[in-house]
């Protein structure tokens, strides 16, 4: 018989992808430009021409060396490489041993709970927080415990998550820059959670995780993001290119499992990491993209076109009189819903063709998400409707 | 704590993995044409002129719209791209909102197995069987229940399978063209197991579903390959372009859930496997070869290469005294050892320079696979070597 939760799973698609649904739906009805949609994280800017260029030049290979299998955690070159980018980056003696390349962050958050979560184990994730996280902790047959972030800076409460630590925790997952607030953690944040995790495994005895999520690491203004691994040694970075290289269909990323941890140990995270991805039914992540991924390690994402946005948006939200979090990183706003029921204010939103997802879902009452990485033209059109949206909550 | 099984898994590798492996450790020390590879199902055909052609095309698009995540399920266009020559090939009502498009048949299996089984279920699988079933089957919480085929034909022995099947079974995978041996399951043959399936199903009281794995289903040598959604309508097809458009790296498939179920069922049963694949981390199958797939949906394998190659190994052998099955599909030789101990005959024949995997992974004692999808060359260099190995046991 069917599996009743994957059926409801499958039946009842995120907030943010139906929202996302919806939105194709009311475009094909009354046009393109008519419809603000700020649901979902689609870059809206451009592959570097240099992801061309290495398509282009892939392409004289000959195809039966292009396309065969590689080795399930990648191809020895396209690890090496990533590697070399990380010990050049943040100075640590990284090996292409510990790159596992995936088919993307989730992926890559999949597989790294499956290796050091066992059923019946409990997982600690700031809220709010990215709502797959939740699905994946709970296909590991594990719980998931939501400890809120501090409001305003978002920053982690690291005396909240020591409280919330007993022996069945295995693991904490981080994702700075954050989605859905964008703030970037900062370096006495993390330092702060590290001697945290430190004290708490010797008192619970034995090790706690940390999965740092990080498809947003290239997209920053103006601040530090520290590299968690040179923090906390125990530190599984999952990385995408999704977002760094706009390639969010292509679906290549990888799990690095830090060479600051004891290499024995590290050794057994990364094999479970390995099994846990031939048990998900990953072969290897795409050959052409990892390649691709390889030739445009450090090439620079374009924050500019973001860091544009982010004004244009802020600029007037703020004259328009709305509440919201100045973000740091990330191509998200959080924005004061103007009712208390998020829901609520997400489908009046609609009304006036504004596609906001509501916070619960992100396990937080009260805000509304915004997607800024959308097309320039898309935002200043919006900012009518946004304006309207507020006056009719003012004329109450 | 790390997941001892998932560390097991990373840790042991499979023994074709294992020995593709060692293969290429070899071949560095003696050289590329003195070690005579036949361990892995990695296509020596180049992919069609038009996979090339079809990617030089796509890049002509613009590459926020290019390479933006698809739906979950896939690019709708896609999909009806495929329902449709589904349809057309097999005289089928196959609808788009059926295909589910997946990183590879592996993965169509997986998240299959998370639709249709609960923890405690088990499935059956004939053997000798590809041995990642196993693994699959034993990540959802259930047991594997292995059938023997019929030797020497190596079809379904539906006998045996019903006499195993109980309340706990919830499925059956099979696997036609079969890899390892090359067995075609003939019409007869799978109009009895559909029968048995139906009745059992009745007398446990409650369906069993067929996962049929797919991924050989182009590359035969003048058999039949019945559509088995057409003769057990309970079917999710698992199909993958790695073998029939020789992009094995790309991980590019689908799941079709047979329109030939009562329709509100296969709805069920799709949103359940939508929803395993969102529980594995599968945001989408990569777009751009998702695209390419749909362009060279009906393009022909070259058969005729991998049929040369079976003329070519299978007419040496016949001459050296080997006793090997007669491949109807696929491009693997199931050939009997020269000992009772497959390993210890795959272990002499190393001395010789060649890899053949045993066929104890395959759940099945005293044979070895040959894959005979490698360069022509390869096999033509391999005889003399062959025939020192049939040579070194007649001496004994």
């Given amino acids: 018989m069917i599996d009743e939760r994957m059926y409801g799973l499958g039946n009842a698609p995120s907030a943010i992808r139906e929202l996302f649904a919806y939105g194709l739906k009311r475009k094909a009805e009354i046009g393109e430009d008519k419809v603000f949609d700020y649901s979902i994280g689609n870059p809206s800017v451009p592959a570097p021409q240099k992801v061309a260029d290495t398509i282009e030049e892939l392409m004289k290979l000959p195809p039966v060396e292009l396309h065969a299998y590689s080795p399930a955690a990648g191809i020895p070159a396209v690890r090496q490489t990533i590697a070399d980018s990380i ?68 920053q982690l409460d690291v005396e909240a998550m020591g409280a919330a ?81 706009s390639l969010p269909g292509e679906r290549v990323g990888y799990v690095y499992v830090s ?7 590290a050794d057994r995270v990364f094999f479970a990491v390995a099994g846990a991805g031939r048990a998900h039914g990953y072969i290897c992540a795409p050959v052409l993209f990892q390649r691709v991924a390889a030739a445009c390690v450090d090439e620079p994402s374009d924050v500019e076109a973001y860091a544009t946005n982010r004004r244009i948006l802020t600029e007037a939200l703020d004259e328009m009189g709305y509440e919201y979090v100045q973000p740091d990183g990330a191509f998200y706003l959080w924005v004061r819903a103007l009712e208390p029921d998020a829901q609520a204010f997400s489908d009046r939103a609609k009304q006036h063709e504004l596609l906001i997802v509501p916070s619960d879902s992100f396990g937080c009452p009260g805000w509304v998400r915004m997607s800024y990485c959308i097309a320039r033209e898309t935002i200043e059109n919006s900012l009518p409707a946004l304006k309207a949206l507020k006056e009719s909550y003012d004329a109450e």
């Avoid at 010990?87 to 499956?114: D, E, F, H, N, W």
């Avoid at 066992?118 to 700031?126: C, H, L, M, S, T």
């Avoid at 944040?189 to 990080?214: Q, T």
């Fill in 87 to 154: 010990a050049r980056r943040y100075g640590i003696p990284a090996k292409a041993g510990r790159v596992y390349m995936t088919v993307g962050a989730a992926a890559s958050i999949a597989i790294s709970l499956g290796a050091v979560t066992n059923a019946g184990d409990e997982v600690i994730v700031p809220s709010p927080y990215f709502p797959e996280y939740k699905v994946w902790i709970e296909t590991m047959g594990c719980s998931i415990v939501e400890v809120p972030t501090q409001v305003p800076s978002f």
């Fill in 165 to 245: 630590i007993n022996e069945k925790t295995a693991a904490v997952i981080i994702n700075s820059p954050n989605n859905p607030v964008g703030a970037v953690y900062t370096r006495k944040n993390l330092e702060a959670l590290a001697a945290m995790l430190e004290e708490k495994g010797k008192e619970i005895g034995h090790p706690i995780y940390l999965i740092s999520d990080e498809p947003y690491r290239e997209i920053t203004y103006g601040v530090e993001v520290p590299y968690v691994p040179t923090i906390y040694p125990r530190t599984l970075v999952c990385y995408s290119y999704s977002k760094a290289l």
């Fill in 259 to 265: 060479d600051t941890m004891d290499a024995e140990e």
